[in-house]
């Protein structure tokens, strides 16, 4: 399956797994805990929840909306290209909303 997640905050393009392997069992909120680790300077212990399509966060909430596109969409090579943007809002599949929360001592929030 292959992912594209558009960042809340921002409204950019956060991360396209087109080129990673993350195989079929990964959900929409590993993921977005996968790229987090990756490119994200985040400190703390943090939880991603998963919300249905119908979650609308709030615009200051840490939230990426997440899309499964098809193997043929074409790669993102800018994710702050708003055409790019639009395109994956249009022809990919809206499947999650995976907000990042801080958590204390361990308990989420």
């Known amino acids: 399956m292959r992912l ?7 409204g950019f393009i ?7 392997i993350i195989g079929d069992d990964m ?5 977005c805990r996968h790229y987090d680790d990756m490119l994200a300077n985040r ?8 919300h249905g ?16 596109a098809t193997d043929d969409f074409p790669p993102v090579e800018d ?7 639009d395109a994956v809002e ?10 990042v929360c801080e958590t204390d001592d361990g308990r989420t929030h």
Request: aromatic share 12%; with cysteine; charged share 25%.
């Open 4 to 10: 594209i997640a558009i960042d809340n905050h921002s």
């Open 14 to 20: 956060w991360f396209d797994t087109l080129d990673q």
């Open 27 to 31: 959900t929409p909120a590993m993921a």
């Open 43 to 50: 400190e703390g212990p943090l939880d991603y929840e998963e």
């Open 53 to 68: 399509i119908g979650y609308r966060p709030a615009s200051n909430e840490a939230a990426y909306f997440v899309y499964e």
């Open 79 to 85: 994710g702050q290209d708003q055409r790019m943007i």
């Open 90 to 99: 249009r022809d990919c599949k809206l499947i999650a909303i995976v907000t």
